[in-house]
T-cell receptor, first 112, second 110 residues
Framework: DTEVTQTPKHLVMGMTNKKSLKCEQH?????MYWYKQKAKKPPELMFV???????INESVPSRFSPECPNSSLLNLHLHALQPEDSALYLC???????????FGPGTRLLVL | AQRVTQPEKLLSVFKGAPVELKCNYS??????LFWYVQYSRQRLQLLLR??SRESIKGFTADLNKGETSFHLKKPFAQEEDSAMYYC????????????FGPGTRLSVLP
């Protein structure tokens, strides 16, 4: 398996809902990332996990909560989101933080 | 601070014409530079990495530290090259994050 997979592909949620985004890779990569991409804008880094430990949090609001249960999985827990959080959420992984990042297809999130 | 600029939001060229997508960066040390491409309805994928010094799909890019540039070039554009291109930078120190430029949409006309 040489790809990063993300589920779900699309998600619609209300501002009071709790949902989770899931990212998986089986390439043995030890660094995993969450990015947020608004329409017609570049991806913006949110979180970096290195060897299953959170190493970078780019001042992301606490309504986004990342979790790395093991080296192959990365979750993003969502709670009390705002409409402006609607975006494409991209997951990426790399062998380690110094290596090339490989991206998943993204989850398109709509917050109503 | 790390910063990447791509001055052209949209670049249109005719098939067979040369193409150059500009990328400039600001960084106080020696960064790593990348070009990522996103074709319509496909995931973001790595095109080139400056340390590899390779040619992918006919594209090349040379890091010019004097001009702090990493322009992407192809001598003869093809219609299938139409896509969104992002230049990206990573600082070489641990903990330096990945910064993308704003992107250039390349449209190759028949």
């Amino acid at each position: 398996d040489t790809e990063v997979t993300q589920t779900p592909k699309h998600l619609v949620m209300g501002m009071t809902n709790k949902k989770s985004l899931k990212c998986e890779q089986h390439m043995g990569h030890r660094a995993m990332y969450w990015y947020k991409q608004k329409a017609k804008k570049p991806p913006e880094l949110m979180f970096v996990y290195s060897y299953e430990k959170l190493s970078i949090n780019e001042s992301v609001p606490s309504r986004f909560s990342p979790e790395c249960p093991n080296s192959s999985l990365l979750n993003l827990h969502l709670h009390a989101l705002q409409p402006e959080d609607s975006a494409l959420y991209l997951c990426a992984s790399s062998q380690d933080p110094s290596q090339t990042q490989y991206f998943g297809p993204g989850t398109r999130l709509l917050v109503l | 601070a790390q910063r990447v600029t791509q001055p052209e939001k949209l670049l249109s060229v005719f098939k067979g014409a040369p193409v150059e997508l500009k990328c400039n960066y600001s960084y106080s040390g020696s960064p790593e530079l990348f070009w990522y491409v996103q074709y319509s309805r496909q995931r973001l994928q790595l095109l080139l990495r400056h340390i590899s010094r390779e040619s992918i799909k006919g594209f090349t890019a040379d890091l010019n530290k004097g001009e702090t540039s990493f322009h992407l070039k192809k001598p003869f554009a093809q219609e299938e090259d139409s896509a969104m291109y992002y230049c990206a930078l990573r600082g070489v120190n641990y903990g330096q994050n990945f910064v993308f430029g704003p992107g250039t949409r390349l449209s190759v006309l028949p």
